[in-house]
């Protein structure tokens, strides 16, 4: 479950207050499907960083899995996010001199190392072309798929 409650965000930008989210009460329940749409600058990102535990709010409560997520500190909010939150960056924000699967093995905390376990669970997301995609280096994989990605 997610959940916010009277969730704000604002920025101080030259002089001025920008409110990027204003009181927003929301809730998914568990194994709900959500779309988050909007014009660009309408707060999508802001709203989905501030679930992810990555954006605190200026005002407001965010929990998930019923854990108030700002109320941990950043070392426990990081670990829970590592261990419950699963977050696709707009920008590819891969290490561009690691293969896809290390970057990947990386991102679950297992390091680059030959750690069996996540190299198997790594290896389950296969790139639809092949094996190869795995082993490709992550630069060439983010610029392959912004190249194939329709506009």
């Not at 207050?17 to 194994?31: H, I, K, P, R, T």
């Not at 965010?62 to 920008?91: D, P």
């Not at 030959?114 to 790594?122: T, V």
Request: hydrophobic letters at 40%.
């Amino acid at each position: 479950m997610i959940e916010l409650s009277r969730v704000s965000k604002r920025y101080h930008k030259g002089g001025r207050v920008v409110c990027a989210l204003d009181g927003v009460d929301f809730a998914v329940s568990e194994g709900q499907f959500v779309c988050v749409r909007g014009a660009s600058g309408s707060g999508k990102t802001t709203l989905l960083l501030a679930i992810g535990g990555m954006l605190r709010p200026s005002a407001g409560v965010v929990r998930v899995g019923g854990q108030e997520l700002y109320a941990l500190s950043e070392a426990a909010r990081n670990r829970f996010r590592a261990g419950n939150i699963g977050f696709v960056f707009q920008m590819f924000h891969l290490v561009p001199y690691l293969s896809v699967l290390e970057n990947v093995m990386l991102a679950a905390g297992a390091g680059v190392e030959r750690n069996g376990d996540a190299r198997a669970d790594a290896r389950g997301l296969r790139r639809p072309g092949g094996a190869n995609g795995v082993r490709a280096r992550a630069g060439c994989a983010a610029r392959d798929e912004r190249e194939s990605s329709p506009h």
